[in-house]
């Protein structure tokens, strides 16, 4: 099947500063790829959609510049928390699809906390 | 409005038992699908089954099947003899070809506990 890894699975850094997290289709190509947060207990919510190549589309009440998802390549993706905050730590997951693929593939996710 | 509905609070299941979890959905979209994930405490996303709107037949995959009611608008996951490893949050999804790039939207889950 597919897989689709993350880097780092958790991380810890310290308030104001950025951290990168790296989403990777490692047997397809990924056309499309998802950043969803979840925060304990609660559903995944989506962040932004990005396509190859393309700036990414985020969702209603998704900073921009604070999430800023590069997706340069067909198997990578990236999503850096600017100026982190305590509020910021959650769990950060990422799907991938390949085109003509309605099935997404999820990575296993980056825990972040902020101290 | 909310696309997917579970509403059930956390449920005990013993083992071997089977177990059913309600999920509904609102769309006007005729052509959509609608996935069945599992995540145990790990946090990664396992998928279980899919259920496209044009299928016929209630789709199964193992110890799961959906019951799929069109007209009712639900997609039920039923998991049949259930096992100690089946604790975990499950999250009912759907796509919709309208929902651009065929972006997921997700319920908030249900938490099944198997006692033994």
């Known amino acids: 099947g597919a897989v689709v890894s993350q880097h780092p699975s958790w991380v810890i850094c310290k308030s104001g500063t950025s951290v990168k997290i790296e989403c990777r289709s490692l047997d397809f190509q990924a056309t499309t790829m998802f950043w969803y947060r979840q925060f304990p207990k609660q559903s995944l919510m989506l962040m932004a959609t990005s396509n190859e190549g393309s700036k990414a589309t985020y969702e209603q009440g998704v900073e921009k510049d604070k999430f800023l998802i590069n997706h340069a390549s067909l198997t990578l993706s990236t999503l850096t928390v600017t100026s982190a905050h305590p509020e910021d730590s959650s769990f950060y997951i990422c799907s991938a699809r390949s085109q003509g693929d309605y099935e997404q593939y999820f990575g296993p996710g980056t825990r972040l906390t902020v101290t | 409005a909310q696309k997917i509905t579970q509403t059930q609070p956390g449920m005990f299941v013993q083992e071997k038992e089977a177990v059913t979890l309600d999920c509904t959905y609102d769309?006007?979209?005729?052509?959509?699908?609608l996935f069945w994930y599992k995540q145990p405490s790990s946090g990664e996303m396992i998928f279980l089954i899919y259920q496209g709107s044009y299928d016929q037949q209630n789709a199964t995959e193992g110890r799961y099947s959906l019951n799929f009611q069109k007209a009712r608008k639900s997609a039920n996951l039923v998991i049949s003899a259930s096992q100690l490893g089946d604790s975990a949050m499950y999250f009912c999804a759907m796509r919709e070809a309208s929902y651009g790039n065929n972006r997921l939207a997700f319920g908030k889950g249900n938490q099944v506990v198997v006692i033994p």
């Open positions: 769309t006007s979209d005729p052509s959509y699908g």
